[in-house]
C-alpha cells in the first residue's frame, strides 16, 4: 500500500555514490495511473540528454510511438544504465516500456515500485526473489519514528505515553501516517493531555469495521482537520496540480499572496508570511520537500498520492479547485479554481464563471491559442486574481485580460508574447508578471502605474557561441517609483539612469541586472548601497569586452546576500565581495582575472562560501588553494580556463570539499597537485580535458602513484563536454540560471573506479 516507504527505499538507493558510479545512464520515471505512453518515453529521452548535455534531436518530437521505441533503444544498448519505474499501476504499463529496452544489456538494472503484486511478479524475468516486499515498521521501529517524530527525542513525556501508544497504534506501523499525526503532536501542549485524547477519539471507535487503508486516510485526514484555516486553503489549492507533478516553491507562494490566502502582518513580508505557511506544512509531513538549491532554498514540492486523494476529495465537497481535460471538459457552476489539462477547443459553454477565482494552464496536445482564450475570458469572470499562461503558445494578450481589474498574478513565461499593450496600466492589482522566455523586448511607460507590483520577472538567457548570452529588457524612466518590488529580473541597463532608479526600490530580495557598461559601475554600487534587503544579485555587462567596474570607495554592505553572479571582465575582484559574510554561492563568468590577483586567496576567507564556479573566469597558468581556505567550501567548478596549466591543493584547504569538476582546461596534463588532501573528496570530473590528461585517467595502472592518490574518491569520472540548449527545459531553466548558473551536472562517458 502506498506510504511504507517503497519510493523513499529505492531514492536512497539511486541516489548512493557507490550505485550512481556504476552506470553511465541514469533516469527516474514516475508512471502514475494516468499511463501515457509517448509522454513516458519523450520524459525518459528528455531526461537522457540532459544528462549528457545535448539537446533532445529536434526530430524525435515527430516521430510516432514505434519510432521513439526504437530511438531509445538504440540509445542505451550500448550503455550501462539504471532506470527507476517509480509507482506502476498495471502490467500493460510495464510490458508496454519493456518494449523500449534493450534486452542485450545484462549489465543495466532496472527497478520498480509498485502496490499491485501481479506488477512484480510480471516484471520479474527471472525469480521472483528479486522482488521486495515492504512490511509496516515493528513496534519498536514504529515507537522510535513516532519520538523522534513528536518530541525530536526518542524518549516520550511519561505523563503522555499510554495515550501516544493507543494514537501510534491506529497507524499501522505506516511510515506516512506516522510522521503525519508526529506532525500534529509535536504541536501539541505536552501538558495537556486532554488535547491528546481529542486526537484519539478523531480516529472513532476500536471496532468500527474499515479496513486498514480508511484508517490510514483517516489518519491523515486528522491531520488536515487540525490545520488552522490559513494553512487548509493553502494546502487545498494544491489539488490543483497534476499528480506526481513538482510544484515550483516560488511560484506557488507567490499565487497564495495573490489569492488572498497568506496573512498581512505589520513589518513582515507577505513572502516571507507565505515561507512560513509552506516550512509549516513540510513540519506537519503534509508537504514533501522534492527538491532543493544549491544554496539550501526550496526548490520543488509535492503530495504524497493518499493526501492528495484526501485534499482532492475535499476541495471538490467545497467546489475550491477542479481539472478540465480534454476527456471532461466541464466543471461545477461555482468553480473557484481551474486547471485545464490537455485541453481542446471544444469544452463546455464559457459559463459559470462569475465565482472563478483562478486559471492554470497545464501540458496540452492541441495548441491554446488566443482566439480560445479571448472566448474563455469573455465568459466574464471578474474575480479572476491568478492567470497561469506558462507555455502556451500564445502571439498576443487578450484584450479581455486588461479588463480583469482584480488580477494579481500574470504569467506569460514561454509564451510568443511579444508587445505590452499600453492598457496594462489597467491592472493596477498585479503584484507578480512574469514575461521570462518570451519576445518583449521593452515595457510601455504604463507599466508603472502597477504600484502594487513586488515580482517582475523579464529577459531571459542562452548558449550563444558557448557563452550563456544574458538579455534583459528595457524598462522606462521612472521604474524607481514600483518601491513594493522584491524581485526584479532581467531588467536591462540601457542609461544611468535606469542604474540609479533601482537604487529607489529598496525592499528588492533578487536583483538581476543586464547590459552593463564601464562607466555604470559606479553608480551601480551607489545603489546596491541602499538594497540592505537583497539575498540574490546577479550582474551582466553589455558584450564580452566590456569591463564590470566595481572597484570604488563605494562599497555596499550586502549582509543578506548569498547568491552572486559576475558575469564581464573584471580588473579584480572587488573589494566587497570579498567580506560578504553571508554568501553561500559565487559565479564568476568571462571576468579574465589576471594571474597576480590572487583570486583564490582573495576568497578564500569566505566563511560560509559553499560553492564557487569560474568560467572562462581567470586567464593565470596556476590556481593554488591554500591551507586554512575554503572552509566550507563543497563544490568546485573550473570551467574553460584556457591558460591553467596547474591546480594545487595544500594541506588543510577545502576541507569539505565534495565535488570537484574540472571542464575545457586544455593546457593541464597532470591530475591537481595535493588532490590526496581532499579526504572527502566524493566526485572528481575531468570533461574536455587535453588528451593527454584523460588519456591518463582513463588508463591509471592500479599501482601507479597518480592511482593511489585518487583511490579514495568514490567516483572519478571522465567525459567530453558538448553543449546543450538551456531553453530545451524552458520551464524550470531560468530559475535553474539565477540560483545555480553554471552549478551544470557533468556526467560521465568513463569511469575509472
Known amino acids: 500500500m502506498g506510504g511504507l516507504g517503497k519510493t523513499t527505499l529505492v531514492k536512497k538507493v539511486y541516489d548512493d555514490a557507490a550505485v550512481k558510479k556504476q552506470f553511465q545512464s541514469h533516469a527516474w520515471i514516475t508512471i502514475s495511473q494516468n499511463f501515457q505512453f509517448r509522454g513516458i518515453i519523450k520524459n525518459l529521452i528528455q531526461q537522457l540528454y540532459d544528462e549528457i548535455r545535448q539537446p533532445v534531436p529536434p526530430e524525435v518530437e515527430s516521430m510516432d510511438d514505434i519510432m521513439l521505441s526504437e530511438f531509445v533503444r538504440n540509445f542505451l544498448r550500448k550503455r550501462r544504465y539504471i532506470l527507476v519505474l517509480d509507482d506502476v499501476w498495471s502490467i ?119 479496513g486498514k487503508l480508511d484508517r490510514i486516510k483517516r489518519v491523515l485526514l486528522l491531520s488536515y482537520n487540525d490545520l488552522p484555516h490559513y494553512l487548509k486553503s493553502c494546502l487545498l489549492y494544491l489539488s490543483i496540480y497534476p499528480e506526481d507533478y513538482p510544484i515550483d516553491v516560488d511560484d506557488i507562494l507567490l499565487k497564495w499572496i495573490a489569492l488572498g490566502f497568506v496573512e498581512e502582518k505589520e513589518r513582515i513580508t507577505s513572502t516571507d508570511i507565505a515561507m512560513r505557511y509552506m516550512k509549516e506544512l513540510i513540519n506537519r509531513s503534509l508537504i ?6 544549491a544554496d539550501g532554498r526550496l526548490d520543488t514540492c509535492g503530495l504524497h498520492d493518499f493526501l492528495r486523494e484526501i485534499i482532492v476529495s475535499k476541495s471538490k465537497e467545497q467546489n475550491f479547485t477542479t481539472g478540465a481535460t480534454r476527456y471532461y471538459a466541464r466543471w461545477p457552476e461555482k468553480v473557484r479554481h481551474l486547471a485545464i489539462h490537455n485541453f481542446t477547443d471544444n469544452p463546455q459553454e464559457f459559463s459559470g464563471l462569475k465565482c472563478l477565482r483562478s486559471v492554470v494552464i497545464f501540458g496540452y496536445e492541441d495548441h491554446l491559442t488566443t482566439t480560445f482564450l479571448s472566448k474563455f475570458l469573455s465568459g466574464d469572470p471578474k474575480l479572476l486574481k491568478v492567470l497561469d499562461l506558462d507555455g502556451a503558445e500564445l502571439d498576443s494578450i487578450p484584450k479581455q485580460v486588461f479588463k480583469l481589474f482584480l488580477l494579481r498574478y500574470l504569467n506569460l513565461r514561454g509564451t510568443g508574447v511579444k508587445i505590452i499593450p499600453k492598457s496594462i496600466g489597467k491592472l493596477q492589482n498585479l503584484e507578480a508578471i512574469n514575461l521570462v522566455g518570451t519576445n518583449v523586448t521593452e515595457l510601455p511607460v504604463e507599466i508603472l502605474k502597477l504600484r502594487k507590483l513586488r515580482s517582475l520577472s523579464l529577459g531571459g538567457w542562452s548558449d550563444y557561441s558557448n557563452d550563456y548570452a544574458v538579455w534583459g529588457c528595457k524598462c522606462p524612466l521612472g521604474i524607481g517609483k514600483l518601491i513594493c518590488l522584491e524581485e526584479l529580473y532581467g531588467i536591462e541597463a540601457d542609461s544611468d539612469k535606469i542604474v540609479r532608479e533601482v537604487g529607489n526600490l529598496t525592499q528588492l530580495r533578487l536583483l538581476d541586472i543586464a547590459g552593463l557598461r564601464r562607466e555604470d559601475g559606479k553608480e551601480l554600487l551607489s545603489s546596491l548601497l541602499r538594497l540592505t534587503y537583497l539575498r540574490r544579485l546577479s550582474i551582466s555587462c553589455i558584450e564580452e569586452d566590456e569591463t564590470l567596474d566595481l572597484q570604488h570607495s563605494v562599497s555596499p554592505k550586502l549582509e543578506f546576500l548569498t547568491f552572486l553572479w559576475l558575469k564581464g571582465r573584471l580588473e579584480r575582484v572587488p573589494q566587497w565581495v570579498t567580506s560578504l559574510q553571508s554568501l553561500r554561492i559565487l559565479q564568476l563568468f568571462n571576468n579574465r582575472l589576471r594571474e597576480d590577483e590572487n583570486v583564490i586567496g582573495s576568497l578564500g576567507h569566505l566563511p560560509n562560501l559553499i560553492s564557487l564556479s569560474l568560467y572562462r573566469a581567470y586567464e593565470g597558468e596556476t590556481l593554488c588553494f591554500e591551507a586554512g581556505g575554503f572552509q ?32 575545457g582546461c586544455k593546457l593541464m596534463q597532470e591530475l591537481p597537485s ?77 569511469n575509472i573506479n
Open 674 to 750: 595535493g588532490i590526496q588532501n581532499l579526504t572527502g573528496l566524493q566526485f572528481l570530473g575531468f570533461f574536455d580535458m587535453s588528451d593527454e590528461l584523460m588519456h591518463k585517467v582513463q588508463n591509471l595502472d592500479k599501482q601507479s602513484e597518480d592511482y593511489q592518490i585518487i583511490s579514495h574518491i568514490p567516483e572519478v569520472c571522465t567525459g567530453y563536454w558538448i553543449d546543450g540548449n538551456p531553453s530545451s527545459s524552458k520551464r524550470r531553466e531560468v530559475k535553474r540560471q539565477l540560483s545555480a548558473a553554471f552549478n551544470i551536472n557533468w556526467y560521465a562517458a568513463f
Open 288 to 293: 514533501q520537500v522534492k527538491s532543493t538549491l
Open 632 to 663: 566550507k567550501l563543497q563544490r568546485l567548478e573550473l570551467v574553460r580556463l584556457t591558460r591553467l596549466k596547474w591546480v594545487r591543493v595544500e594541506e588543510e584547504s577545502m576541507p569539505s570539499l565534495r565535488n570537484l569538476q574540472l571542464v
Open 92 to 210: 500493460a504499463a510495464w510490458e508496454a516500456i519493456k518494449c523500449v529496452l534493450p534486452d542485450c544489456n545484462i549489465v543495466s538494472r532496472v527497478v520498480l515500485t509498485t502496490r499491485v503484486a501481479d506488477v512484480a511478479s510480471a516484471s520479474c524475468l527471472g525469480s521472483l526473489n528479486f522482488v521486495y516486499k515492504m512490511e509496516p515498521l515493528s513496534d519498536k521501529e514504529s515507537w522510535t519514528l513516532f519520538c523522534n517524530r513528536t518530541f525530536q527525542s526518542n524518549d516520550c513525556h511519561p505523563n503522555l505515553e499510554e495515550i501516544a501508544k493507543k494514537i501510534l497504534k491506529k497507524c499501522e506501523g505506516l511510515p506516512l501516517a506516522i510522521v503525519a499525526i508526529g506532525g500534529v503532536l509535536a504541536l501539541k501542549d505536552k501538558e495537556k493531555t486532554d488535547e491528546w485524547e481529542m486526537i484519539l477519539h478523531g480516529f472513532g471507535g476500536e471496532a468500527d469495521g474499515s
